[in-house]
């Protein structure tokens, strides 16, 4: 079974940095995409950074240039350091896997078969 284990969240001011972890574990498939998606009080859940095990990363343009998605394929761990954080970066960040290849895989939560439980990740003004 597929597990999914976020870290990192927390408070910081407008302008700090937080670095999210995601630890996966019971992982079988030989392809992986693991992503980063986020979720506003009253808003849909929506996705951040994704990045396939051969390299390939994806960004929502509202983080483009401030989060970074990285991996260690040795610990089945997922990374998003985010720098220049805003208000609006307010929200509950999940870890999301899957094993398909997608042109888009931010584009819907459905692309993704696993998921973590969240954390939250608070931004003041």
């Known amino acids: 079974q597929v597990q999914l284990v976020e870290s990192g969240g927390g408070s910081v001011q407008a302008g700090g940095s937080l670095r999210l972890s995601c630890a996966a574990s019971?992982?079988?498939?030989?392809?992986?995409?693991m992503a980063w998606f986020r979720q506003a009080p009253g808003k849909e859940r929506e996705g951040v950074a994704a990045?396939?095990?051969?390299?390939?990363?994806y960004y929502a343009d509202s983080v483009k240039g401030r989060f970074t998605i990285s991996q260690d394929n040795a610990k089945n761990t997922v990374y998003l350091q985010m720098i220049s954080l805003k208000p609006e970066d307010t929200a509950i960040y999940y870890c999301?896997?899957?094993?398909?290849?997608?042109?888009?895989?931010?584009?819907?939560?459905?692309?993704?078969?696993?998921w973590g439980q969240g954390t939250q990740v608070t931004v003041s003004s």
């Open positions: 999301a896997a899957d094993w398909r290849f997608y042109q888009s895989p931010l584009r819907s939560t459905a692309n993704f078969a696993y």
């Open positions: 990045i396939y095990s051969g390299g390939s990363i």
């Open positions: 019971g992982y079988t498939h030989s392809s992986k995409v």
